[in-house]
């Protein structure tokens, strides 16, 4: 569905991905895992079309995506949903909700769908957005994505800042829209929670791809525990 082909990629004089190849099938779960600064923000940043890379390519379902604008990136299947939320705080639950289908059709079976995966929003549609809990954004992101019903969905760090019992709820929502058949590219810092979700996995330092491969065979590396110092 996906492939990154030899993607150099930056801000200014400062290059954080150094020739970064990658592919995401179709209806897989792949994780983009690394310490906080390793270059995930920016390898999705890059696929979404908020930053341009300098060079390599970037393919999805046939499409170049690379130079192409962010709005028809989103228009070919991509939903980013970016570290922090990006939530508009004012606005109701629902109102997020409707923006996430901003420019393409949907209908009550859209909102439907996605109060059902998260039965706490459907309790909260009225409320607005900035009064909702840490976990409870985090939800309200992840389901804003998928209101315009994505082929790719993309995770940036959808465990940050949560309490392990929610981080553990992330887990199971992913490995939920997985078996619904929705693809999932994810970044994330927490291993355990990487390799219990996923297909595959990319292990990224210092914006270069050191380790890569199933997460049964990533576990039994040694160089991924002295990454994570035993945390896997």
Known sequence: MLQVCDVVAGYGPIEVLH???LEVPQGS??????ANGAGKTTLLRVISGLV?????????????LDGLAPERIARLGIAHVPQGRGLFPELTVEENLRLGAYGKPYGKSDLERVFALFPILAERRTQAAGTLSGGEQQMLAIARGLMGRPQLLMLDEP???LAPRLV???????????????TVLMAE???????SVADYAYVLQNGVVCLQGPPEQLRDSPQ?????LGSV
């Open 19 to 21: 020739t970064v190849t």
């Open 29 to 34: 779960v792949v994780v983009l895992l690394g």
């Open 52 to 64: 341009r890379p300098r060079q390599g390519r970037v393919e999805f379902l046939g499409h170049r």
């Open 159 to 161: 465990s940050l800042g």
């Open 168 to 182: 553990e709820q992330v887990g199971r929502l992913v490995q939920e829209l997985h078996a619904q058949g929705t």
């Open 189 to 195: 810092q927490n291993a355990a929670l990487a390799l």
């Open 224 to 228: 991924l525990r002295q990454l994570y």
